[in-house]
């Protein structure tokens, strides 16, 4: 085993931020790409839900589709379509743009499916009862059907934040230097310790998801989800 | 503006795609096999709690869940070199070694999902029924046999058929050690034809095609599962 050859101050640096005064990489890169992906992915998704849930009968059938045609494409082919195929029609993306669209349009799907499923568990009552007292759509869907729904999905949605982070390494395709991309990097210029320098990668990213769970679960506390709930909604 | 010419999927590129296309439906069909094996051995030893492999287990699953398929892929392809005796390896070049390896790769991360499924559906069971089983004279084989495994299916056919549809949406990440399956043909023939938009659409109507038929296939059996459906009360 040869982990001193891996565990270089230059390799670790390199895993951890990339070249970052020149460009971010590594770890942060990855978490970056993650943390952005988790907002745009899960205001898309509960966008598209809803719509799914009480929208109109056309606008529930065109999220529809683009639930079924979302989910029954692999994200490494919208990674592709998002990367190769703009330049074709005059427009080239950075690659960083490129993957976070594919993620965020991947995962907002089955977001959106959570998102109904959550809606559903919604009590009828409370639902009628909001429009008993007057409330506008809008402040039905936002003080009453959101608050419920959002903290039913939790564990769904934690699930959907793993997935959606493990979806990053996919970045490296298009040669995003983010951590997968870096240890290729580092396997290329060893050539003698692949499973040290894969076996790192996956060290990473399984204290990365643990993290991320552990911090999903502290939201499973009724009490601080309403706090933190209220920080977005007023 | 870019005029796509659709004539080029009825030739050559056509070919290669149709090539990608069995290769892709062949890695589906060995790893989702691997992956059922394994994941009902995991799954079955994860709900035995068995304290000697509670932790080995825990680990199993944890591990391959938490972890990127693509990373894992990369992983066991290439430690495989290091690890296997060099005439295993030169045995598996010439059956495709790096198909071989995302088999291996793909079967195993599933099985990851597969055995928390069983797990689940197993602890979905009452623990009576065994006992009840038990108490008018059942052996394990029919205990297994007309108690469990009817149940069991039933519970855990929707999430089996997801994490399948997952599966093959997943066997695209093989291009990355080279396996030629229709994502790679696809990136191919942009490379050597300049006409990657009509390669891509071609691969998503694929894929749509192919996912939304299992989904569909999964439908089907969930009703006809639950029609036949006897209940106690």
Redesign the interface.
């Given at each position: 085993m040869n982990w001193d050859l891996v565990f270089t101050e230059n390799n670790i640096r390199r895993l951890l931020i990339g070249d970052y005064p020149v460009s971010l990489g590594g770890v942060a890169l990855t978490v970056e790409l993650s943390l952005i992906g988790m907002v745009f992915a899960t205001l898309l998704g509960f966008l598209v839900g809803y719509l799914r849930f009480a929208g109109p009968r056309p606008v529930r059938w065109l999220a529809g589709g683009y639930v079924e045609l979302l989910r029954n494409i692999p994200l490494l082919v919208l990674v592709f379509w998002a990367y190769f195929a703009p330049p074709y029609f005059g427009f080239k993306p950075t690659k960083f743009s490129s993957v976070l669209l594919a993620i965020v349009l991947f995962n907002a799907a089955y977001i959106a499916e959570v998102v109904r499923s959550g809606l559903l568990s919604v009590p009828v009552g409370q639902i009628e009862a909001a429009r008993a007292i007057g409330l506008s759509p809008l402040q039905q869907a936002l003080y009453v059907m959101l608050p419920v729904a959002a903290f039913n999905t939790i564990p769904a949605m934690t699930g959907r934040y793993i997935t959606l982070l493990k979806g990053t390494s996919l970045a490296f395709l298009i040669g995003l230097s983010e951590v997968t991309e870096i240890g290729r990097q580092i396997n290329n210029r060893l050539l003698t310790a692949p499973i040290e320098v894969y076996a790192t990668l996956l060290v990473i990213y399984f204290c990365l998801n643990r993290t991320l769970s552990a911090l999903m679960r502290l939201l499973e506390d009724r009490r601080r989800f309403n706090r933190v709930f209220c920080l977005f909604v007023r | 503006?870019?005029q796509p010419d659709w004539s080029i999927l009825l030739g050559e590129a056509g070919r290669l795609l149709l090539d990608g296309a069995l290769v892709t439906l062949e890695l589906s069909g060995f790893a989702l096999v691997l992956a059922l094996l394994l994941g009902f051995l995991f799954g079955v030893l994860r709900w035995s709690e068995i304290r000697l492999l509670r932790p080995v287990c825990w680990l199993y699953v944890?591990?391959l869940?938490?972890?990127?398929?693509?990373?894992?892929l990369?992983?066991w392809y290439?430690?495989a070199?290091?690890?296997l005796p060099t005439s295993v390896v030169m045995v598996l070049r010439d059956y495709g070694f790096q198909f071989v390896a995302a088999v291996f790769a793909l079967g195993l991360y599933h099985s990851g999902f597969i055995a928390e499924i069983v797990r689940g559906g197993l602890n979905a069971i009452p623990r009576g029924q065994y006992e009840a089983a038990e108490a008018i004279g059942f052996g394990f084989p029919h205990t297994v046999r007309y108690i469990l495994l009817p149940q069991l299916l039933r519970i855990i056919a929707p999430s089996l058929v997801n994490e399948t549809?997952s599966l093959v949406?997943?066997?695209?990440?093989a291009?990355?050690i080279g396996v030629a399956d229709i994502?790679y043909q696809?990136?191919y023939i942009?490379y050597a034809t300049f006409r990657?938009?009509e390669a891509?659409t071609a691969?998503?109507v694929f894929?749509?095609v192919l996912?939304?038929s299992i989904?569909g296939l999964g439908h089907y059996l969930q009703r006809r599962l639950s029609r036949n459906r006897r209940t106690a009360t």
């Open positions: - | 503006m870019y944890e591990f869940r938490n972890t990127p398929p693509l990373v894992q990369l992983f290439f430690s070199t290091v690890i549809v949406k997943n066997t695209s990440l291009l990355a994502t696809a990136r942009d990657g938009v891509l691969v998503t894929y749509l996912c939304s989904a």
